[in-house]
């Protein structure tokens, strides 16, 4: 695997650590500055430990490079300062704060892509002044949505957006990183396949806290035994399992 | 009637005190989830060097006594910034070396006031006014009740405004609830540690120079003995919430006074009581988060 200039985010040997325990091991892949990019694998694999180890967010060694600079050795928030917007699993607002306020505190400079965000999430707009922790499941992902995407970041690390949400907000939140993705390369972790097919341009799998698989997101997609084989469902199944 | 209102008064002076203590404790917990053993401390060596300044002004002068505050406050939110950013630091999610860092560094302050300022207490002189009382529906308040209400409303108030409507504000605000998010979203949040522990250090220092017009005198364990009652206060009302935690000194003080005079000065006991009740009806505090 060699590093290109065309990819924004380089990962080698990374290892990530919590308490002590072993979640990410040796991973190595690259994420391209366009498109978007799944990280995908069974329940368990370290995909989210993979995202929080490129952040810092867990005890991690190994090699990530963005845009060409070495951050793993910087803090979690030199590393985000660098252009990394980051959806975390479980929204994880604010919930004590306002809308205005979650999304206030999310900006780091005053080159803001507020018209995105209000046109992607208008209902936003009109609950700017209401506490985050009294937002449904839904509208709580549209502000973690929106806190990522208010920066003009490099990159989105974008984990399990569709959790736990109704089909129809799934269908929004995928409408969003849809038109996001147009402006923001995406690493995105996710379970549901027909989010995968919809949004992914390239696939990394991880079994074991390992990649095993990188190519073209068709390239899985397509092949049934290859489904069965990394993700554990069939070709046709809503979501990946164990 | 008077005695009433007199316990009620005095028990709110009393609380005053007990949030300038309580609310620093509250707001390092909250953000940092560190028991901070030696918030004492920050308030024991504002009240001396408040007072060393006042001494050399005018002894005895509001003005002297409003330089003794402002020295108090800056002092103690040295002391505290420096505190963070050299020991405590190091330890973030070390609980037991913080609680052993912090309790030493505590007993070693006191060893050292002692051997700055001597270990008999310093009588400090204020304003003539604040020794007088003022009669209130029968009862006659000693003057310094009220201003030491006062200023921990000002405090108080201060703290709100600027949590509300600063961006250090917001972030600590966000910190209490999710600290590693706030990281996560490019914030350096130990900047945000290193102001907590400067305001609760100037609260404390200003509350140090406080009680020490409260109990007519300084000395080296001035600071352990509030912050026992303090830390009881910050329990009760809820670890990391501030509202909590001034409701809780007014409640606490209001019952010591009142179990002092009626239960044959079984306030402490009181107190021990009421924390007693609150672990085991309600652990999280009056108004703190759940678990």
């Not at chain 1, 500055?33 to 995202?51: E, M, P, Q, Y």
């Not at chain 1, 590393?79 to 994880?92: C, F, H, T």
């Not at chain 2, 504002?46 to 060393?52: C, R, S, Y």
């Amino acid at each position: 695997m060699s590093t290109s200039t065309s990819n924004i985010l380089t990962v080698r040997n990374l290892y990530g650590r919590i308490e002590g325990q072993q979640v990410v091991e040796d991973v190595s892949f690259d994420v391209p500055d366009t498109g978007v990019t799944a990280l995908l694998g069974r329940n368990g694999v370290g995909k989210t430990s993979t995202i929080k180890s490129i952040l810092g967010l867990i005890d991690r060694s190994g090699e990530v490079t963005l845009g060409g600079r070495r951050v793993d050795r910087l803090p979690t928030h030199k590393v985000v300062q660098l252009g990394i917007g980051y959806v975390p699993e479980d929204r994880e607002v604010f919930g004590k704060l306002t809308v205005a306020e979650n999304l206030k505190l999310a900006e780091r400079s005053a080159l803001l892509n507020r018209a995105l965000v209000e046109e992607l999430f208008p209902d936003l707009v009109q609950r700017q002044a209401q506490l985050a922790g009294t937002l449904s499941g839904g509208q709580q992902q549209m502000v973690s949505l929106a806190r990522a995407l208010l920066n003009q970041n490099r990159l989105l690390l974008v984990d399990e957006p569709t959790k736990g949400l109704s089909p129809k907000i799934v269908g929004e939140v995928a409408q969003a990183l849809l038109a996001a993705a147009k402006t923001v390369p995406i690493l995105l972790v996710e379970q549901n396949l027909q989010v995968i097919r919809q949004l992914a341009d390239r696939v990394v799998v991880l079994s074991g806290g390992r990649v095993v698989f990188t190519g073209e997101a068709t390239e899985l997609l397509d092949d049934p035994e290859r489904i069965q084989r990394y993700l554990g469902v069939h070709s046709g199944s809503a979501e990946v399992n164990a | 009637m008077s005695t009433i209102v007199l316990l009620l008064i005095t028990g709110l002076g009393l609380g005053a005190l007990y949030f300038l203590v309580a609310s620093g404790l509250s707001l390092i917990y909250g953000l940092m989830g560190v028991l901070n053993f030696a918030h004492g401390s920050f308030l024991t060596i504002g009240a001396f060097i408040g007072w060393e300044v006042a001494l050399r002004l005018s002894d005895g002068s509001w003005w002297a006594l409003a330089a003794a505050m402002l020295t108090g406050a800056v002092v103690g939110a040295l002391v505290a910034a420096a505190t963070e950013f050299f020991l405590i630091r190091r330890l973030y999610n070390r609980h037991i070396e913080q609680v052993l860092v912090t309790v030493g560094l505590a007993l070693a302050s006191v060893a050292l006031f002692e051997g700055i300022w001597g270990t008999d207490p310093t009588y400090v002189t204020s304003p003539s006014w604040l020794g007088q009382t003022t009669e209130i529906l029968g009862a006659r308040i000693p003057n310094n009740r009220f201003m030491l209400i006062v200023v921990a409303v000002l405090v108080l108030v201060s703290i709100v405004l600027f949590l509300k409507f600063t961006r250090y504000g917001l972030i600590i605000r966000a910190g209490v609830e999710n600290r590693l998010m706030v990281t996560a979203l490019g914030i350096d949040v130990r900047r945000a540690f290193t102001l907590v522990f400067a305001i609760g250090g100037a609260a404390a220092g200003l509350g140090g120079v406080l009680a020490s017009i409260y109990y007519g005198y300084v000395s080296a364990h001035i600071g352990g003995s509030l912050l026992i009652f303090a830390f009881i206060v910050t329990v009760i009302g809820g670890l990391g919430s501030l509202a909590g935690a001034a409701i809780a000194s007014v409640l606490v003080a209001v019952l010591q006074q009142f179990a002092n005079f009626y239960l044959g000065g079984t306030g402490d006991l009181a107190v021990v009581l009421a924390l007693a009740a609150v672990l085991l009806l309600r652990p999280r505090g009056l108004l703190g988060a759940k678990a």
